[in-house]
């Protein structure tokens, strides 16, 4: 009797509708929140360069139908000419200063909540991808096809969860693993844990922008002559050399194409290509974990300082897809 008062109730309120109805409702919440942020929004994007607010462009949604998605704009205004169906690097500086910031904390996301609205896409799915990428970079990705099973989303897991810049494949699994083992519960758990994730990087962003803003202030035009690629200085970040002899040394600082190295020894021939192994370790659910990475590099120049007296500026050279992910993720995070 109960299986089929169950099935009963199973039948009228399907997951489905349920689904649908907390994203809309969810939808229109966040759009009333956000419209006074956006105006401003908007009205900075304008003063900026005179350009347009919003950008619009086609995408693939479920079934690989063509849908228009909206986001604040945050390159310059000629970039997709310049980009193509290529993928944005950091060392081409398309974003505008304030573009810069939206995108490192979504913001820029902010729009497609009207997407979700009229049913083009969901809160949480794998992000929509451009045609033209698909067609060079995605095609022949193995199970790639599998996302087009369900709506692309506004939030997505890989998205959230690995840095720009990670390699197709990488994402495309772990989008995979999100479509097989989606549940009403799991989306409700991750879109609130999405929501604290952006908010903690919100905050972070927010007060990094401050100590900007107060160094212009102090040091007037010194501050603003700052290097457009941001540089990490990851802690505990260990470098070894694999050279007759070994060397070894640590990360003084690292960007997404070249790194400064503070070595025990110098390097008997630093003409040759370098092959480094990167170790890191950190604490994960009180676990001590450890992560490497393996690099090439060529070294650009040679440093000293009183405390540090065999330094060398190396460019990366090659890392594989997975090895690039790992120096994104655990290197300068």
């Not at 690989?64 to 290529?86: D, M």
């Not at 974003?95 to 009207?114: A, I, S």
């Not at 997407?115 to 990705?141: F, S």
């Not at 440093?303 to 994104?328: D, K, M, Q």
């Amino acid at each position: 009797m109960s299986q089929i008062v169950s099935r009963s109730i199973s039948a009228l309120f399907p997951k489905q509708r349920w689904s649908r109805t907390l994203e809309l409702t969810a939808a229109w919440l966040m759009l009333l929140c956000a419209l006074p942020m956006g105006l401003v929004f908007a009205l900075i994007i304008k003063l900026q360069d005179g350009g347009p607010v919003f950008y619009r462009g086609t995408r693939l949604g479920k079934d690989r139908k063509l849908f228009t998605l909206y986001k604040f704009r945050t390159l310059v205004p000629n970039a997709e000419a310049i980009i193509g169906a290529n993928l944005l690097k950091p060392s081409q500086q398309l974003e505008t200063p304030f573009g810069k910031f939206l995108r490192d904390t979504h913001l820029d996301e902010l729009p497609q909540v009207l997407c979700v609205i009229k049913g083009d896409m969901a809160l949480i799915g794998p992000r929509p991808e451009r045609p033209a990428v698909y067609e060079t970079m995605c095609r022949e990705i193995p199970f790639y096809d599998h996302r087009f099973r369900v709506a692309p989303g506004m939030l997505g897991y890989s998205q959230l969860f690995t840095p720009h810049g990670t390699d197709k494949r990488i994402r495309s699994f772990i989008d995979n693993v999100y479509i097989n083992r989606r549940r009403l519960h799991s989306d409700l758990l991750f879109f609130f844990q999405a929501s604290l994730v952006l908010t903690q990087r919100l905050v972070r962003h927010c007060w990094r922008l401050l100590k900007i803003t107060g160094g212009r202030v102090m040091f007037g035009q010194q501050w603003s002559e700052r290097r457009h690629t941001r540089r990490h200085k990851p802690r505990y970040a260990k470098v070894h050399i694999q050279c007759q002899p070994p060397v070894q040394g640590h990360i003084v600082n690292i960007t997404y194409d070249a790194m400064l190295i503070a070595l025990s020894h110098p390097l008997e021939n630093p003409e040759a290509e370098l092959e480094l192994v990167l170790r890191t370790h950190f604490i994960r659910k009180a676990r001590f974990r450890t992560k490497l990475c393996r690099v090439r590099g060529t070294v650009i120049s040679a440093r000293s300082t009183p405390e540090e007296p065999h330094c060398y500026l190396v460019r990366i050279a090659e890392a594989t897809p997975l090895n690039r992910y790992f120096l994104s993720k655990y290197f300068m995070s």
